[in-house]
């Protein structure tokens, strides 16, 4: 059984920063991209960033590029998210999720993901 477990989440200052992890567990991931989403109250959930479990590949959203970093650890089969300059608009619930290759390495549709984890509530203040 495949299971994503986030951390890390928590209260921040806009311009303060956090990491988020995701330790994932059930299967081989070599086949599987791995992501972050978030969901902001009333909003759809939207796509963050991915990243291929190789490390070879990497797509952010623009909303984050330049502020957010994602890696992983493969021998801890754990991927981070580094999120600095965190912005009033980041305050969302984060999601880690995972998703078989397709015909191309990732999707940004939620629906298109096999995998999630319970969730992490990022709060940015001001």
């Known amino acids: 059984q495949v299971q994503l477990v986030e951390s890390g989440g928590g209260l921040v200052q806009a311009g303060g920063s956090l990491r988020l992890s995701c330790a994932a567990s059930g299967r081989p991931f070599s086949s599987y991209a791995m992501g972050w989403f978030r969901q902001a109250p009333g909003k759809e959930r939207e796509f963050v960033v991915a990243i291929k479990w190789s490390g070879a590949s990497t797509s952010y959203a623009d909303s984050v590029k330049g502020r957010f970093t994602i890696s992983r650890d493969n021998a801890k089969n754990t991927v981070y998210l580094q999120m600095n300059s965190l912005k009033l608009e980041d305050t969302a619930v984060y999601y880690c999720?995972?998703?078989?290759?397709?015909?191309?390495?990732?999707?940004?549709?939620?629906?298109?993901?096999?995998?999630w984890g319970q969730g992490t509530q990022v709060t940015v203040s001001s």
């Open positions: 999720a995972a998703a078989r290759y397709g015909s191309s390495w990732y999707s940004p549709t939620p629906a298109a993901w096999d995998y």
